[in-house]
């Protein structure tokens, strides 16, 4: 190990290099895959057989693995080693049908973990920092994924948890946290409660880095939260098909997010043509594990919109860069006939400085129209009663929003801190028409 990597053997690999490695990791995961219920009929139906891959490009190839088929063949459909082999799953909410469960056996944990350290290296996290993890512990897996990898890496992990603020704020004063995992939208909030108690982060606490991710947001965003704590913000890329946390993560360059492609294969393709789209061009991304034994994943459609970024990176690290997520392919809804991201609103407001950290979009039908509703909160020391300028303020959003999107929007001001928050991850938008579904 020197000073700039985590492993450099594999992070600085030629790409020829790097190219074999991952044929014969796919290979040996086609092997494994075949095991499986799912991939096993499935494969068998095709006359795909293990070793049938010769060239990386080959991968095409093969069929995608999507959301559904996970869910179609709960619970143990894709499962390629016997059950007395597995010692972990995590696994989504299963509140709208079947969830989506992953499992592990002791190999790919400890790949993970190690994947998870690699990241935090990369971010410029050391075994001298002090890390408090503000994630979900249990079955998301945000919680152990970042506490398995601080371990690994030998910092001093404080397991916090979610929620809590004024909890949270007190182990970062106790016990001098360094650095810190959280979603960007719950980091707002705490900045509010700081302000509250009387507190400044960049004052009050020895917090110099922050990991911010498992939500889409936008760089203004990631600014704000580098502005507001006094810190460097680096944007973190998991899901839980790919183990979670630890996928891909922002070097200390914080141009692009370097994907661990001795572990996943990468590929951008237009969702609606399933074809591949050049390198700097955005599309869905799709995914396929190189180096998980008990539930390997194969040309999985993540839904998530990016792009590779061209070019090479200044910290010399040879694996590609993908851009921040840009929204999903199905979070996308229309009105009146135009296609809008939330991040396109989000990138928006959080330009303008007398904007607060929260907002929500809300579509509904009045008067027999679909509307799109922008409710956004204000900073609580903005506002001192002048109606004038309130009315100025909506005025310019709402002329912002339509300039980005194309479509005008109906923007309401509320105070600070009345829009509802969730424990998770933030909900942007909420789809009240009548035969309203977002696409």
């Known amino acids: 190990m020197t000073l700039e990597f985590w492993q450099e053997e594999f992070e600085t690999l030629e790409k020829k290099d790097l190219q074999q490695l991952q044929l014969e990791r796919l290979n040996k995961t086609i092997e494994s895959a075949c095991r499986s219920l799912f991939y096993g009929e499935l494969y068998s139906k095709k006359k795909i057989k293990p070793g049938v891959i010769k060239d990386i490009s080959q991968i095409t190839e093969l069929p995608f693995t999507t959301k559904q088929d996970l869910r179609d063949n709960f619970p143990y459909g894709f499962l390629s080693l016997p059950k007395k082999d597995i010692i972990r799953l995590h696994s989504s909410s299963g509140t709208t049908g ?31 920092d002090v890390f408090q993890n503000i994630c979900g512990y249990g079955l998301f897996t945000g919680g152990l994924g970042f506490q398995y990898g601080i371990e690994t890496l030998g910092a001093l992990s404080i397991p916090a948890g979610a929620g809590n603020s004024l909890r949270q704020i007190k182990l970062m004063r106790d016990y001098g946290t360094t650095a810190a995992h959280a979603i960007p939208s719950y980091l707002g909030r705490l900045y509010e409660v700081f302000e ?161 950290s929260d907002y929500m979009i809300n579509l509904e039908t009045m008067n027999g129209a679909d509307e799109m509703v922008v409710e956004v909160e204000v900073k609580s020391d903005w506002f001192r009663g002048d109606i004038k300028r309130l009315d100025s303020l909506s005025k310019t959003i709402t002329r912002q929003i339509r300039d980005e999107v194309l479509a005008k929007p109906i923007v309401k001001l509320v105070e600070a801190g009345s829009i509802p928050k969730s424990e998770g991850k933030a909900i942007r938008v909420t789809d009240n028409r009548k035969n309203g579904l977002l696409n």
Not at 107 to 113: I, N, V
Not at 297 to 326: F, N, S
């Open 196 to 356: 509250a108690e009387g507190l400044d982060p960049k004052k009050d606490t020895q917090l110099k880095t922050l990991v911010i991710g498992a939500e889409p947001h936008t760089d203004a965003q990631r600014k704000r939260i580098e502005e507001m704590y006094g810190v460097r913000a680096f944007n973190s890329f998991g899901l839980s098909e790919m183990n979670g946390p630890g996928v891909a993560f922002e070097c200390t360059h914080q141009n692009g997010l370097h994907i661990w492609e001795d572990s996943y294969l990468v590929e951008i393709i237009d969702p609606e043509t399933l074809q591949p789209v050049p390198d700097g061009e955005y599309g869905e991304l799709v995914m396929t594990t190189l180096d998980r034994e008990a539930m390997p994943l194969i040309r999985y459609r993540t839904r998530d919109i990016t792009r590779i970024i061209p070019g090479e990176c200044e910290c010399g690290r040879t694996h590609r860069r993908i851009d921040r997520i840009t929204g999903r392919s199905d979070d996308m809804f229309i009105i009146k006939g135009c296609n809008v991201f939330p991040m396109q609103i989000e990138g928006v407001l959080m330009k303008i400085p007398e904007v607060g």
């Open 98 to 128: 079947n969830p989506t469960v992953i499992f592990h056996n002791r190999h790919d944990l400890d790949s993970w973990a190690n994947l998870m350290a690699r990241s935090l290296f990369c971010a410029g996290v050391r075994d001298t």
